[in-house]
């Protein structure tokens, strides 16, 4: 480490105060004998000092107290500065650090299909053997072959990867017949028609869509300005690169 000046500022007064370890009053000796400026400051501290003694005997110097009382305010606040720095520095790496192991907790991501563990029964029960962090349902709607799909993925983060126990029991029921109701493009009420087939969609569209990007907000399977024949294509498309998990058999 090079001695610089302003660790020789530091050090001069408690050496002019002769209360420095014998290495560092040596490395201060060291550094006066080649530094004509810090020397002048050895001299201006040491007859600050002197005035000092000289007035404590004689009742009080003024002048000199004040000289002394600014020094060691500048003193003071040299100190103070040094400590807020590292502070702050303690602080903004504490929050990183933090930040990072939240986002490697916690921030989710893409399960291989191979990774879930998954089987579906021939009822549309699907379970799981692998734990999971949550279910993305990417499309659900009717495909070109008049079949109602619905393709999703599997998601999971690193506590649940790796501290996470699986779930019991399943998951969800594609099977199920009375999928609810819902409000059509005409504005009429009607009912969902059940589940034909059910794909899990390839890590690769997942990418390419950004549907897991949590700054893109309107991420999704179809272009949201894509008209009917447009989505039917594209879906058609994923349809026969997907993995066909379950089939409702008929
Ligand atoms: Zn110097």
Redesign the pocket.
């Known amino acids: 480490m090079k001695i610089?000046?302003n660790i020789?500022e530091d050090l001069m007064q408690q050496y002019v105060d002769g209360v420095l370890s014998d290495d560092s009053r040596q490395l201060v000796e060291e550094?006066?004998d080649g530094?004509e400026?810090?020397r002048q400051k050895e001299q201006q501290i040491r007859s600050i000092c002197r005035e000092l003694d000289e007035g404590a005997k004689a009742g009080a110097v003024p002048e000199a107290r004040q000289d002394y009382g600014s020094l060691r305010r500048f003193r003071r606040w040299i100190t103070l500065r040094r400590a807020l720095t590292i502070t702050l520095s303690v602080l903004v790496t504490f929050c990183v650090v933090v930040g990072g192991v939240f986002l490697m907790f916690d921030l989710e991501s893409y399960m291989p299909y191979q990774k879930t563990g998954m089987h579906v029964n021939e009822n549309g029960m699907m379970f799981m053997d692998e734990p999971y962090y949550g279910y993305r349902g990417a499309y659900s709607g009717i495909d070109l072959n008049g079949d109602m799909i619905e393709i999703f993925y599997m998601t999971d983060t690193f506590q649940k990867r790796h501290l996470g126990k699986p779930t019991r029991g399943h998951v969800v029921d594609f099977g199920v017949e009375d999928q609810g109701t819902r409000t059509n493009e005409e504005g009429v009420r009607e009912k969902i028609p059940p589940i034909d087939k059910v794909y899990y969609l390839k890590e690769e569209y997942v990418k390419e869509k950004h549907l897991m990007d949590p700054f893109d907000s309107h991420a999704s399977l179809i272009p949201l300005d894509a008209g009917k024949e447009e989505e039917l294509r594209i879906i058609n498309e994923i349809e026969n690169d997907s993995i066909l998990v379950w089939e409702r058999s008929k």
């Open positions: 610089t000046c020789i550094h006066l530094c400026e810090c």
